[in-house]
């Protein structure tokens, strides 16, 4: 067995970007992932940096939040934002193809001596310095461990992911691409008679639920969406939520519509990601036989509701990532109450790093706070917002500049950016090369 420094425990986005990123730093580091050993509902076959829900990254624009977050991401972890280049499908978006990601990123891991992946479920926090980026699967013994070395009770959030249906059977013969809204990558909406469309409705409605036990009635998944069968419940929500059609004036589709979203390079699958649903298997494929266009998809991922548990705040968490009472132990991706894929890959980045310099006896650095990557680590130990929901990497958490008061919008978003990358560049420098 390889001699290792560090480890990390779990082979999702969060800890292939902690694994790589400490990799690069000159550790040795054991990868624990695991799958096969055992199945999780979430995951459909073993390879590493699999994308739970859709398909995309974010947005690429320097002016979205995502967007300055792979900037920033590139001086610091490139392989996973080449290997999200080279899996890419969207134009607008960095919406990527899942399963070529994961097998490029799963390759780049498996060809770097520096990272042992070992498949095998870890029960108990490793020895030494160790990154658990274990998300939803988070579960006992280890989940207890984790509880009982940070001292603080674990919170809870909800997110939902849509269905998935193959390609082969759909009658597309009517369907046409338009994006949803000015500026969105193009979907393909499927016409639906207004008939079709409320008997979906009322199949949606009807159709048998397996939300999670914890799962208040009237629970908004973390981000910020309803389940489906919700928003069925009110005709006119339901209306211009689930089959308005595109938004924007490029193209007009009279009556409601069905979204299909690619979900793989060659559109041999489509993602329904207006149909975010705690409905069971069997009521999904009952809904959309509603739907004459559909009645033969073979749906390859069901859609479902998965709970996220995390440790964030002061009481938890250092912005350094580390738990405040345990500082052998980092933290990286949902784990920390940061949501989104991009945020997984900046906190389990930031652990990496951490996690190396930790193995070499150096102080654990924190990106400066007018990097967006810095803000959103200091964001994770500040106050929770009112409503205890995960956060996502936004520009208003970027320090305010007393000088920028009345500049058009624009002109401080672009001192925002060159800011931010300044600030990445000298923790970069700092990071992996002092």
């Avoid at 990532?321 to 997984?344: D, F, N």
Wanted: a negative charge; hydrophobic letters at 45%.
């Amino acid at each position: 067995m390889t001699q290792h420094a560090a480890t990390v425990v779990g082979g999702g986005v969060a800890g292939c970007a902690a694994a790589m990123a400490a990799a690069r730093c000159g550790v040795h580091v054991t990868l624990f992932e695991q799958r096969p050993t055992r199945d999780t509902p979430l995951h459909s076959d073993d390879m590493l940096c699999a994308l739970t829900g859709g398909p995309d990254l974010g947005a690429a624009a320097l002016d979205r939040a995502t967007g300055l977050l792979k900037a920033e991401l590139c001086e610091l972890c490139p392989a996973l934002l080449d290997a999200a280049g080279e899996a890419r499908i969207g134009e607008n978006s960095l919406s990527v193809d899942p399963v070529r990601f994961a097998h490029l990123v799963t390759r780049r891991i498996e060809a770097d001596a520096a990272i042992e992946v070992v498949r095998e479920e870890a029960r108990a926090l490793p020895r030494g310095i160790v990154v658990v980026a274990t998300g939803p699967t988070t579960w006992s013994p280890l989940a207890r461990a984790l509880h009982s070395a940070a001292g603080a009770p674990f919170r809870f959030s909800f997110l939902g992911r849509a269905p998935v249906i193959a390609a082969a059977d759909l009658d597309l013969s009517a369907a046409r691409w338009a994006p949803l809204y000015p500026g969105a990558d193009a979907s393909l909406f499927v016409p639906i008679s207004e008939d079709e469309a409320e008997e979906l409705r009322v199949r949606l409605l009807a159709g048998q639920r397996v939300s999670p036990a914890e799962m208040a009635a009237d629970t908004v998944l973390g981000d910020e969406a309803d389940p489906v069968e919700r928003r069925a419940a009110d005709p006119k929500l339901f209306r211009d939520r689930v089959v308005g059609g595109p938004r924007g004036p490029e193209v007009t589709i009279e009556g409601p519509a069905v979204r299909l979203e690619p979900h793989a390079a060659g559109h041999e699958t489509f993602g329904l990601p207006d149909l975010l649903t705690a409905l069971t298997p069997e009521a999904q494929r009952q809904a959309l036989d509603a739907i004459p266009a559909l009645a033969a998809a073979q749906i390859v991922r069901p859609g479902s509701i998965h709970r996220l548990p995390w440790l964030a705040g002061a009481e938890a968490l250092l912005p350094t990532l580390q738990l405040k009472r345990a500082p052998r132990v980092l933290l990286a991706g949902t784990l920390t109450g940061a949501a989104g894929y991009v945020e997984a890959m900046a906190t389990g980045t930031v652990a990496g790093i951490n996690a190396a310099r930790l193995v070499s006896a150096d102080e654990p650095l924190v990106p400066g706070e007018h990097s967006l990557i810095g803000a959103l680590c200091r964001a994770l130990v500040g106050p929770p917002p009112s409503d205890e929901r995960m956060i996502q990497a936004n520009y208003g958490m970027l320090p305010d500049e007393r000088e920028d008061e009345g500049r058009p919008k624009r002109e401080r978003r672009e001192r925002q950016i060159a800011g931010a990358l300044k600030a990445i560049g000298e923790y970069a420098r700092a990071a992996l090369d002092g």
